[in-house]
C-alpha cells in the first residue's frame, strides 16, 4: 500500500436494557464451561467422536460458543440474527438431551447421518476427481453405516420424545415454584417459528420496512423496525435453552450439581422478572454494571404475584 488506510470499528455498547439477559448468560455459561472440557485416552486413527464423552462435551462447547455469541448480538437488539442462533441452540439441546436417555443406542443413530452425508459428499467429489475421506475412514463409514442403519429421525418427534425421557424429572429438578417449559414448546416458539425469520421471507424482510402512519408510503433505510420486548425474545429463549441441557447434565452427570444449577436458575428467574417489570437498578460505572433493585421491589412483585392469582 502506497498509502495508509484508515479503519473505523464501530460496535453497540450495553446499556441498562441488556445488563439482566447479559447477567443470565454470564450465569448459565459458567456452569456449562467445566461440562464441556474431556480427555480420552485412545489409539491411532481412533474415530473420538464415537466415544460419548467426547461428544457430550463437545456438543456442550457449541451450546456454549453458540451462547456467549448470542451474547454478542443483544447490544444491537439484532431479533432476526439472535432467533437464528438461538435456533441453533435449540436444534443443538434437543440432540444432546435425546442422546444423552440413551447413549448406547442413540449415539451411533446421530453419527450415521453424519457418516452418510460425509460419504455422498465423498462420491460427488470423487466425480471430479478429487478425494475427501482416507480410504481408511471411508471404510469405517460404510462399516459403520452397514451396522447402525437407523437414524435419528426429524426434529419435532425427536423434541417430544425427549420429553417423554426427562421432563418430569427436569422440572422436578429445578428449583420450586419455576415450571420448566418442555422441549417441545421450545420447539414450537423457536425452531419452527424462527425458520421464517432464518430463511429469506416476507416476514424476515418486512422488518426493515418501514411504514409510513400519515399514508400509503413505506421506505428502507437499511435499519430494522424496533421493539425492546420482541428484539431481546431469542436472547431470553436461549437462556432457558441451554439450562434444559445444563439440567439434563446435572441428572446424568451429577454436574454442575444440583444446588449450583438451582441457585443459577433462581438467579435468571429473579432477573427476568425484576426486569420484567422494571424494578431493577441498573448503574454504570468504571468497572462495568452494577444491578441492585429498586427499593420496593420485593413488594412489588409480591403484589403483582397477588394479583395474578
Known sequence: MSEPLSLRVGYPVPTEQHAAVLLSIETVLELAGPLAEVRVPGEPGAVFLEDWQVTRAALMARMASTLRHISYLVPS?????GAALCR?????VIHYAWISADPPARLP???RKTYNSALSKHARWAERGETLLTPELHAHYTAFIATHPEGPGKLRPMAATVDTNWLNDVRAAAPAPLQMVSMSELYEWVYDPFADLDHPSAAALQSFVHLDPNGPAAWVDGEPERDAVTDMRPF????WAIIWALTVAELTQGRPGRSALQ???QRVRALREYDRHGLLDVR????????GLVADADEQIAAITRANG
Not at 284 to 291: K, N, P, R, Y
Request: glycine content about 4%; charged content about 20%; hydrophobic content about 60%.
Open 263 to 265: 441457585a443459577a436458575i
Open 236 to 239: 431470553w429463549l436461549a437462556v
Open 109 to 111: 443413530r446421530f453419527l
Open 77 to 81: 437488539m439484532s431479533r432476526l440474527d
Open 284 to 291: 454504570t460505572t468504571a468497572d462495568g454494571m452494577v444491578i
Open 88 to 92: 441453533t441452540l435449540v436444534d443443538h
